[in-house]
């Protein structure tokens, strides 16, 4: 089936320091997204991508969706202790399914 | 807080048991999922409704039966469950198939 390699797995940086994490597909997709989960809560869209090219931001994170339409990135800047969480990528064809990335779990040094 | 509410937060039932998990929103959406979470490990689909019609069941055992009785509502009726089905249960919504999903924080399940 289809996947997605998001990478790195797991991160630990010290706050302010910025992040960056990216997933990749051998298949094209139509929508990027990008999610975060805390402990015992469900996943919470952060951004949502359409158009292959597209750069949007929400406050300290941008997210771009590929040219090729086969990747996307996100990043945050001078982060937080709140920022700590599990981020998933997510990408659809139009057709209900996401397909997610393994995620990538960041833990922030005070 | 999110918009998609799930009851209960919580649930242990023996292997026996029947018991339902009720998903519940009010922006609208036409399009309502059922999700299982292992610890570590992304969402895996289970089921899609789309405008209360099932469209979409990925081969989820019979133990597991979707329910979609409005607009509004999803449920999951849970029967003679094992204990590997012991997981986070997430519900999400979206405008149509299209759009983005949201999701409720889930139900931890546990069976003993």
């Known amino acids: 089936g289809q996947q997605l390699n998001q990478s790195p797995q797991s991160m630990f940086i010290q706050e302010g320091e910025d992040v960056s994490m990216n997933c990749t597909s051998s298949?094209?997709?139509?929508?990027w997204l990008w999610y975060k989960q805390d402990p015992g809560e469900g996943p919470v869209l952060l951004i949502a991508l359409y158009k292959a090219g597209e750069l949007t931001s929400n406050g300290r994170l941008t997210a771009q969706f590929g040219i090729t339409r086969k990747d996307s990135f996100l990043n945050i800047s001078a982060s937080i202790p709140s920022d700590v969480g599990i981020y998933f990528c997510a990408g659809s064809q139009g057709a209900q399914k996401l397909v997610f990335g393994q995620g990538t779990r960041l833990t922030i040094n005070p | 807080d999110t918009e998609v509410t799930q009851t209960p937060k919580h649930l242990v039932m023996g292997m026996t048991n029947k018991k339902s998990l009720k998903c519940e929103q009010h922006m609208g959406h036409r399009a309502m999922y059922w999700y299982k979470q292992k610890a570590k490990k992304p969402p895996e689909l289970m089921f899609v409704y789309s405008y209360e019609k099932l469209s979409i069941n990925e081969s989820v055992p019979s133990r597991f039966s979707p329910e979609c009785p409005n607009s509004s509502l999803l449920n999951l009726h849970l029967h003679a469950l094992q204990p590997e089905d012991s997981a986070l249960y997430l519900c999400?919504?979206?405008?149509?198939?299209?759009?983005?999903?949201?999701f409720g924080d889930g139900t931890r399940l546990s069976i003993l």
């Open positions: 999400a919504s979206s405008l149509n198939r299209v759009q983005p999903q949201h």
């Open positions: 298949s094209i997709f139509n929508t």
